[in-house]
């Protein structure tokens, strides 16, 4: 509870906010598992919002915007892969020069849909809504967005812990050769991990400009998204429950700094849209530290060190980044 | 399935490694490859299983040429390679890697296979451990049981035993004459060639990339040594055992983690110019041994002291050791860079020449490490390493290597540095630890038991020692 807004109002507005950011999270951590890193990430989301703002806009349907900006992600992900798969071009430097086109093209191209009225997404009630408690009715009573993004959290679990396919996903980003030697295709599953992911990340840009933060313009309010995304693949360890708790760690930072900007009104607004970025830092530290006594070791036995690893250790796919070269 | 090489040949941009190399596989039988470092065998073994091209000639199963350009290809007809350098994946699980890539069996249990299948073979894996917990022995019985598992019908084996126990020899030995009496077609790349005789039907030399012997059992080993290094190398007699002088390595009531079973030794002192082996099964603490004397990690308990300065050569030398992407005289440079902020480039390229030159590796300034054989990594190793240590650790210093190269590493180790180094190094031949050490340590489940002069043990009690006989433990 903060202030007098009631608990389930508070974890309502959480999933809303954290929604988008996790679709495009998980989005780029399935691309990253497979060794290949996907720096164009915060200027494809602007661009695939524009993409599915206008696209929505212009058919009246939400489903053809999603499905234009999920479409609009790949495209840059089919560049993304080409260039650094099949060329051998720095990922890195490719990622980065993608993602400053991608801004200013969304920002140019989008130029004529800024600030007009288009469809949204809203919050819809479950089909069993009347069975449910008031306070569950409150929290899940959402945009099919949030729905989706837990949905996909569940599946990739079961996709990286279960399944062949997640395997052979994770096998290639941690040892492309040693797949090769075992007969997969290291760089067709590379490519088509970074389509799935860069798909994923389309469909969360159009989150933003459809749903979350509706509409189109400069600025849109999703700017800086992708670089946060980046940053929550990374400290959640490349697992997609870590990933979504860190997702759901900052959205409850931002919707607190809202909360509290109602508040206390004496201190000024930037101090609180900034909040979230130092606090997201101290938490790292904090992971850290806690973690200090499982790292040195290897494998901690004590109960606390051992659930503490678990918790907030990171350890990246082998060949992150690395691009390979079929003989 | 009948494997007949067709005068293969491969080139290396300019080197030409192999030269119309054909030899015959017979269905069910074990077929040996032998020579020295660098003369072709993996490389003919890859080509084999399509992870590398071939640059001419072809390849005939059962008569049909076929053409593999990638090892999918050629596990789809049933061929499978166990690389001499792990081919895995360290952070996965020992189930996850057992499971990969097996393409036409996606349905089996592969939980229950795989531990049906190391209980025939006696290896102890714990399905759910991570792979980069496990020694290079065990990564290497994981894989072999992955090939039986997925019906490998033409199984390579490119030096199997390195890192597996006498013990687990006595196991997969019999495993192997079982598979191929079962229709198995085994070809067996090694350089040990007593192992090459108990087992295969056949052999077939390469020296330099071309067929200069081939014959069927018996084997004849003068014949055999001829045809691969030209020339007999002589087995040195033993030398005297070295002066001993004060204290150089000092461990006190040591316990930590690590292998399978930690470590835990009450106290340990190595005298300067004391040459000493480690022995021991697969991860019995030789390893953890050797890495807290290097400084590698730090005991949970206990002191260790070392008098001087220590280097320590790791057995996975491009993994732990080298750069891989780093040209020798680049590596010259890193060692020799000082707090200079220049680079002296001519400098290091002369200093490189000079190190390839004395320890005679074959490669040149610009070449990276991993275009090195196993052999000229380690000579690379040993050219880097500061001549005036006082405490040189090795583990296992001739892995990979042919007899002359490790004879060469001895004779360097032994004769070229000082006789006040202490050097301790651990291997998987008990002949090698004979032969070359002064004193023994035999590690058995993370303890030391037995220390004992070269001169005053033999090789049934250190063998014993090793399985645990002396200790009274199974």
């Known amino acids: 509870m903060m202030g007098d807004i009631p608990l389930s109002v508070l974890i309502a507005s959480v999933l809303a906010a954290s929604a988008p950011l996790i679709i495009i999270a998980l989005g780029e951590m399935i691309t990253e598992k497979s060794g290949v890193i996907n720096l164009s990430l915060d200027g494809v989301v602007l661009f695939s919002a524009m993409i599915a703002f206008v696209v929505a806009k212009e058919t009246g349907s939400l489903t053809a915007g999603f499905l234009a900006g999920g479409l609009a992600g790949m495209t840059t992900g089919l560049i993304v892969g080409y260039f650094s798969i099949y060329l051998h071009l720095s990922q890195v430097a490719v990622g980065f020069a993608l993602s400053l086109l991608c801004r200013d093209l969304a920002y140019f191209l989008g130029n004529p849909y800024s600030r007009v009225q288009g469809p949204t997404l809203l919050a819809s009630k479950l089909p069993f809504y009347d069975a449910l408690p ?180 990171s350890r990246a796919p082998k060949s992150l980044g690395k691009s390979y070269r079929q003989q | 399935m009948e494997v007949e090489f067709n005068n293969i040949s491969k080139r290396f941009g300019t080197v030409q490694a192999l030269t119309d190399v054909s030899l015959t596989a017979q269905k069910g039988t074990i077929h040996g490859l032998i020579g020295e470092n660098g003369a072709g065998k993996s490389t003919l073994m890859k080509i084999l299983t399509g992870y590398q091209t071939k640059s001419g000639g072809d390849i005939c199963i059962d008569g049909n040429d076929v053409n593999l350009k990638t090892p999918g290809d050629a596990a789809k007809i049933g061929i499978g390679m166990l690389y001499q350098e792990p081919m895995d994946f360290p952070p996965l699980t020992v189930l996850e890697n057992f499971s990969l890539g097996c393409p036409a ?161 009450e106290s340990f002192i190595a005298g300067e110019g004391e040459i000493i082996g480690l022995a021991g099964l697969d991860g019995a603490g030789q390893a953890t041994f050797l890495r807290l004397a290097a400084g590698l990690c730090f005991p949970k308990q ?94 296992n210093p001739t892995r990979g290597l042919d007899i002359q190269s490790g004879q060469w590493v001895w004779e360097y180790l032994t004769k070229t540095l000082s006789s006040e180094t202490c050097i301790v190094f651990s291997s998987p031949e008990l002949d090698e630890i004979l032969h070359y050490s002064d004193r023994i340590l035999v590690f058995y489940d993370g303890e030391i038991v037995l220390d004992s002069a070269t001169a005053k043990t033999n090789h049934g009690q250190v063998a014993a020692a090793m399985t645990g006989v002396s200790t009274g433990k199974e």
């Open chain 2, 105 to 265: 069996l996606a349905k089996v249990r592969f939980k229950e296979s795989l531990q049906h299948l190391s209980t025939a073979f006696g290896f102890q894996l714990a399905p759910h451990r991570l792979v980069e917990l496990l020694t290079v022995g065990e990564r290497q019985q994981i894989e072999l049981l992955r090939l039986i598992h997925c019906q490998t019908k033409v199984l390579i084996l490119d030096e199997p035993t390195t890192g597996i126990s006498p013990a687990q020899k006595k196991l997969l030995f019999p495993a192997l004459k079982k598979l191929a009496s079962e229709g198995m077609t085994i070809l067996l790349v090694s350089h040990k060639l007593e192992e090459v005789a108990s087992l295969c039907d056949e052999v077939t030399v390469l020296r330099h990339g071309k067929v200069t012997h081939h014959t069927k059992a018996p084997f004849h080993f003068p014949e055999l040594l001829q045809a691969m290094f030209g020339n007999v190398p002589e087995q040195q007699k033993k030398a005297d055992a070295r002066k001993t002088g004060p204290a150089a390595i000092t461990m006190h009531s040591i316990e930590t983690g690590g292998e399978r079973q930690g470590l835990t030794l």
């Open chain 1, 134 to 313: 008031q306070s569950l009715q409150k929290i899940l009573t959402q945009p099919l967005t949030v729905h989706i993004a837990f949905a996909l959290l569940a599946f990739l679990i079961w996709f990286f812990k279960s399944s062949r396919t997640g395997l052979q996903l994770r096998s290639v980003g941690e040892n492309p050769a040693a797949a090769f030697a075992r007969g997969l295709n290291p760089n067709r599953i590379q490519m088509l991990s970074v389509l799935a992911g860069s798909f994923l990340v389309g469909i969360g840009g159009a989150a933003y400009s459809l749903s979350l933060k509706p509409g189109w313009g400069r600025p849109q309010g999703a700017e800086g998204v992708g670089w946060i995304a980046l940053a929550l693949v990374i400290f959640g360890s490349w697992q997609p429950m870590r990933v979504v708790m860190g997702a759901m760690l900052f959205a409850f930072l931002q919707v607190c700094g809202i909360g509290l900007q109602g508040l206390f009104p004496s201190i000024p607004s930037q101090v609180f849209q900034t909040a979230p970025f130092p606090l997201m830092i101290f938490t790292l530290i904090f992971m850290h530290y806690s973690t200090r006594k499982t790292r040195k070791h290897g494998e901690a036995e004590s109960g606390l060190h051992k659930w503490l690893g678990i918790l907030f250790m």
């Open chain 2, 302 to 395: 206990g002191k260790i002291e070392i008098a001087g300065k220590s280097v320590f050569l790791p057995a996975d030398r491009l993994e732990e050791a080298l750069f891989t992407d780093i040209s020798l005289s680049d590596h010259f440079s890193l060692r020799d860079a000082g707090n200079s902020f220049w680079q002296k480039s001519k400098h290091n390229k002369k200093r490189a020449e000079k190190g390839i030159n004395a320890f005679s590796i074959k490669g040149k300034p610009d070449s990276t490490a991993d275009d090195l054989s196993g052999g000229n990594q380690q000579r690379l190793l040993l050219a880097l390493l500061d001549p005036e240590s006082d405490v040189i650790l090795l583990e």
